[in-house]
């Protein structure tokens, strides 16, 4: 089983409708990421959390919201989906300090498509 | 703020013979750097990291990188690619100036191996 998991991995909706993308783990680790890839522009941060109770806003959190129900648990909102929304949304996560510092373990990313 | 360029959007190669993957980043007092790869319909995962020490790193799959400080360069080596490498490969940083472990990418390079 993949220790970084996303669901769905493949949605499409319309204009306007509110979708949530769910990234659940089992790697133990603390810090969690959303990110976004679009052609040509690489990945780019969404939000990030370092525990529960922190969370932080990256750079293109507008029109996105996040939760953080539980360590092994940080969901990803559109709350009003857009179509320059449509891309491919990965979920990361990290762990603290060396030999491992700032790796980010990967899930196999969800694919939104928004029409 | 900090940024990451890699140089080549797209760069075929015939099987064989070798490759490097060009990466810059904007200069920083301390920096980790990165080198994941994306397999089609994949997650990114990590194929080596630079954070002290040595400035030719080895990674998975007989890839390797050498850090230069001097050039802030970070480039990506294979000395007789693979079918099998055909790939996106991101370069990434992280910095002191990025809120210790928010990592930066690059655009990607497509690396499309033929036989």
């Known amino acids: 089983d993949a220790d970084v998991t996303q669901t769905p991995r493949n949605r499409i909706t319309k204009t306007g409708k509110r979708i949530m993308l769910e990234c659940s783990q089992t790697?133990?680790?603390?810090?969690m990421y959303w990110y976004r890839q679009d052609p040509g522009l690489g990945l780019r941060l969404i939000y990030y959390?370092?525990?529960?109770?922190?969370?932080n806003k990256g750079e293109i959190s507008d029109g996105y919201s996040v939760s953080r129900q539980a360590q092994a648990k940080f969901s990803l909102s559109l709350e009003s989906a857009i179509p320059n929304q449509t891309a491919l949304y990965f979920c990361?996560?990290?762990?603290?300090?060396?030999?491992?510092?700032?790796?980010?373990?990967f899930g196999e990313g969800s694919r939104l498509t928004v029409l | 703020a900090q940024s990451v360029t890699q140089l080549d959007s797209q760069v075929p190669v015939f099987e064989e013979a070798p490759v490097e993957l060009r990466c810059n980043y904007s200069s920083s007092v301390s920096v980790y750097l990165f080198w994941y790869v994306q397999y089609p319909n994949q997650g990114l995962q990590l194929l080596l990291k630079?954070?002290?020490?040595?400035?030719l790193v080895k990674g998975i799959n007989g890839f390797e990188a050498e850090f230069n400080k001097s050039q802030t360069s970070f480039h990506l080596r294979k000395p007789s690619v693979h079918i099998s490498d055909t790939a996106e490969y991101f370069c990434a940083v992280i910095d002191e100036y990025t809120g210790g472990f928010k990592t930066i990418f690059g655009a990607g390079t497509r690396l499309f191996v033929k036989a």
């Open positions: 959390s370092f525990d529960v109770k922190d969370i």
């Open positions: 790697k133990g680790h603390d810090r």
């Open positions: 990361a996560t990290s762990g603290p300090g060396a030999p491992n510092t700032g790796e980010l373990f």
């Open positions: 630079y954070l002290s020490g040595s400035t």
